[in-house]
Nanobody, 125 residues
Framework: QVQLAESGGGLVQAGGSLRLSCAAS????????MGWFRQAPGKERDIVGR????????AYADSVKGRFTISRDNAKNTVYLQMNNLKSEDTAVYYC??????????????????WGQGTRVTVSS
């Protein structure tokens, strides 16, 4: 089992920045692949990006490339989502998710068995 808890959401003006955190417990953190997802009102949950257990490999959705950065601190059992140059279309509830063993293939929400409760990000224009 893996327990996840996000924090850091809030209201920000367009062009601003936020950093989300996701604290994990329950497994050896470096063995867990992590993903960040978001869900806007009335839309499906989509992947924002993901990071391997070691932190050496990251991948991002085209919509956030160059603006968002995922990192992790395995000593603190925490993964981060740094969001810069935020746009109104980034408004959503953001979730972190975890997967063990099959991270290279895990690109969809259904691939991740463990989820946090979500944190809301609102970008005002």
């Amino acid at each position: 089992q893996v327990q996840l808890a996000e924090s850091g959401g809030g209201l920000v003006q367009a062009g601003g920045s936020l950093r989300l955190s996701c604290a994990a417990s329950g497994r050896t953190f470096s063995s867990i692949g992590m993903g960040w997802f978001r869900q806007a009102p009335g839309k499906e949950r989509d992947i924002v990006g993901r990071i391997s257990g070691s932190g050496g490999i990251t991948a991002y959705a085209d919509s956030v490339k160059g603006r968002f950065t995922i990192s992790r601190d395995n000593a603190k059992n925490t993964v981060y989502l740094q969001m810069n140059n935020l746009k109104s279309e980034d408004t959503a509830v953001y979730y972190c998710a975890a997967v063990t063993g099959s991270w290279p293939l895990a690109t969809m929400p259904r691939d991740y068995p463990y989820w946090g409760q979500g944190t809301r990000v609102t970008v005002s224009s």
